[in-house]
């Protein structure tokens, strides 16, 4: 489907003018938050053709609306460590759009956690949850609280201080949040138990549950999972796979080390994975049984990624380095937002990578993002290609109403389906001359609906 600019606008320069302007109103409301502002302009360049060409768009303000929150919540959270010292941390909730269900979106514990990124991960949130057609506001929350290093007990004791305050406003038909970077299903479990303590509710408030107390067969894997398929997607453009391709990915959590579980699977050989410190390489492929070596260092000792290449001979360690570098056809970003600039882009393009999925959120800069569009590779932004993972969130909402719970081979089928359909609203909204730019295409499809919804919804 091809966007033509109307003529009454002037021609593109004075579309670019119509952008800048808009973003200098969204600067000035939301100073110092460059984050929201990055992913509020990818959206803007994308839309703004669409949003000039409808008057009930314009009339309707819609695009004013969509970057103002509904509601953030901000609160102190307050919690004693094991030396029984007063830990005191920022809590957050940012509920931003409700059209089109319950707000849903992770909850993140991270040191860089501020009300900006939460903003930008809320905003993108809106679009992927969209996109994935279940019935799904946008939302993001999370706290400054570094979990790393923290105890158990330190980490159950923050989590309840965290939940006492949060669990106010959030409810299965309310708000429903889940994990993101720092919670996994440990933390999940403490945010339930403290959740249930308080409101006496047994319910799908939070998904990222465990399967044995509510939670969906393969949410854990979904979101690696997705990012695979949806690259297979876009390979199959080409009449390509991903079979016998050599594939970089970066992170080393719950994304990545699913990721390479399903790159493994389909034929695949993963020779990167990264944390904040450093990447390994193994030219020889990071197989089943070593990944089940990292699954132990990450999520049980906790771990650092360079204990690999200490155990694992023949394997390099890069201190301070992201994988960008190291050969590839495929590329996986999947560790956290703006972790590939111009620089990586285009060594990555150089050194042969011609398909990149996101399984991170807006894990390449906007520079980056024109070095993949103008080079014409397969390029799937995170809120298209890593939309899996609240796919299957959707899908556990769903069980949890219905009391009911689906086999993994079921929910498997129905993440392949939501991760082609996608594909397919991409390309529809995409096409650029038998190039497919999922860039906008991702944007256009989402936010026809969901300015479609504002419309119809009125002036609230
Ligand atoms: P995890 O906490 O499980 O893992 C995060 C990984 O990224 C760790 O290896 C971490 O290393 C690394 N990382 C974090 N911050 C940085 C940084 N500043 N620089 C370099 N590496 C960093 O998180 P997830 O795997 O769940 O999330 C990863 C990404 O995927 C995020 O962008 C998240 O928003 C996105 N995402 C996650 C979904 C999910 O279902 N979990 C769904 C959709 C998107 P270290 O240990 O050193 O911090």
């Known amino acids: 489907m091809t966007i033509s600019v109307p003529e009454s606008i002037g021609g593109q320069a004075a579309l670019q003018q119509h952008v800048d302007d808009f973003m200098m109103r969204v ?29 009930v768009y314009r009339e ?15 609160f102190r959270v307050v919690w004693t460590d094991d030396t029984g010292q007063v830990q005191i941390n920022r809590g957050y909730r940012v509920q931003m759009n409700g059209l089109l269900g319950p707000y849903k979106g992770g909850l993140r514990f991270h040191p860089s956690v501020t009300l900006g990124v939460l903003k930008f991960l809320a ?29 158990d007990q330190e980490v159950m004791r923050f989590c309840q201080a965290f939940m006492s305050e949060l669990c106010r406003y959030i409810g299965p038909d309310i708000d429903v949040p889940a994990g993101d970077i720092g919670v996994g299903g440990r933390e999940i479990g403490f945010l339930f138990g403290q959740y249930r303590r308080l409101t006496q509710r047994f319910n799908g408030t939070l998904t990222g549950k465990n399967v044995n107390w509510g939670g969906s067969n393969l949410r854990p894997e979904a979101t690696g999972y997705g990012a695979v398929y949806f690259a297979s997607e876009m390979l199959s453009t080409r009449g390509e ?23 493994n699977t389909l034929g695949a050989k993963v020779v990167t994975l990264s944390d904040s410190d450093g990447t390994i390489v193994d030219q020889d492929g990071i197989t089943a049984e070593k990944l089940a070596w990292v699954m132990e260092l990450k999520n049980v000792r906790r771990g650092r990624i360079r204990e690999y290449a ?48 996101e399984g991170a959120n807006m894990p390449s800069r906007p520079e980056a993002v024109d070095v993949f569009l103008d080079a014409k590779i397969l390029y799937g932004p995170g809120k298209a290609a890593n939309a899996g993972g609240v796919a299957v969130s959707g899908l556990e909402m769903n069980q949890n109403s219905g009391c009911m719970r689906r086999s993994r081979e079921d929910v498997d089928a129905q993440l392949c389906t939501i991760m082609h359909s996608i594909h397919e609203g991409c390309v529809k909204f995409g096409q650029e001359d038998g190039f497919v730019n999922y860039v906008r295409g991702a944007n256009c499809a989402a936010f026809v609906r969901i300015a479609d919804a504002m419309v119809q919804q009125g002036c609230i």
Not at 27 to 53: K, N, W, Y
Request: hydrophobic content about 35%; charged content about 25%; proline content about 6%.
């Open 123 to 151: 905003f993108e949130q809106i679009f992927k949850n969209c996109l994935t057609t279940l019935p799904m506001g946008g939302a993001k929350g999370g706290s400054d609280f570094d979990p790393k290093g923290r105890s």
């Open 60 to 74: 309707a303000k819609v695009l004013e609306r969509l970057v103002v929150p509904e509601r953030v919540i901000m």
């Open 241 to 263: 796979s991903v079979k016998g391709k050599t594939a970089t990915v970066s992170g080393s959590g719950n994304v990545a080390q699913y990721t390479v579980e399903k790159l």
């Open 27 to 55: 600067a000035a409301q939301s100073p110092g938050e460059t984050e929201f502002h990055q992913a509020v302009r990818e959206v803007v360049d994308s839309v703004m053709p669409l949003v000039l060409s409808k008057r």
């Open 310 to 357: 200490d155990h694992f001979k023949g394997t390099k360690y890069l201190a301070g380095k992201r994988p960008w570098s190291v050969p590839c056809d495929l590329a996986f970003p999947s560790a956290t937002q703006n972790e590939i600039d111009e620089d990586d882009a285009r060594l990555l393009v150089r050194n042969g990578c011609y398909c990149v999925s």
